[in-house]
């Protein structure tokens, strides 16, 4: 049983897998769609993906929703204070995020991604580039994760379809993640 900072009882949210991965000149990241509440699917086609910066960005959440779309909007007014500069951008976010009063109390975990560089950005600040451009956050980010490992090197897979199977590993596995996957994919320059 969680609480807030008022000692209300919140109700025991699970939501998410989101994989960010890099093969080749492909910029792939995904999300499930199953929101639950406890033992419950509340939603199953949440959009947990957005595009910012014109599109040039991609950035998927896990965490409450309406923190994550805060953090979205903020994000995109960094982006817009610092454009084609994404990791400047997520680090001004991230200071935001852990000195604000208000943002402190956000609960989510952000993965970024534009041509260059992929990002976690949390609320304590940090802003962490993988070292092999794989990202996988939330309840069944861990699956995802290894299962993107697992196929990264295969030629014969381009990063869509193993961001894909990775998807449906985590969801064979993960009781938060459903196969309502969404996929979005930087276009190459």
Known sequence: MQTNQNGVILPNWHATTILCLRKGKDV????????????TVVK????????????????GFAGATADAFTLFER???????????????????????RTDRYLRRLEALLAVADANV??????TGDVLEPEDGLIG?????????AAARALIDRDDL????????????????????????????????
């Open 137 to 145: 956050i939330g309840s069944g980010g861990n699956y995802a994760l």
């Open 44 to 59: 199953s086609n949440a959009l947990k993906i957005r595009r910012l910066a014109s599109g040039s960005v991609i950035t």
């Open 158 to 189: 381009d990063g869509e379809t193993i961001a894909r199977k990775s998807m449906e590993i985590a969801a064979g596995i993960c009781v938060y993640t459903n196969t309502n996957i969404v996929i979005e994919k930087l276009a190459e320059k």
């Open 28 to 39: 792939v990241v995904a999300g499930d769609g199953q929101v639950s509440m406890g033992d």
């Open 75 to 97: 994000l995109e007014a960094k982006l817009e204070q610092f454009p084609r500069q994404l990791t400047r951008a997520c680090v001004e976010l991230a200071k935001d995020w």
């Open 118 to 123: 992929s990002l976690i950005v949390s609320g």
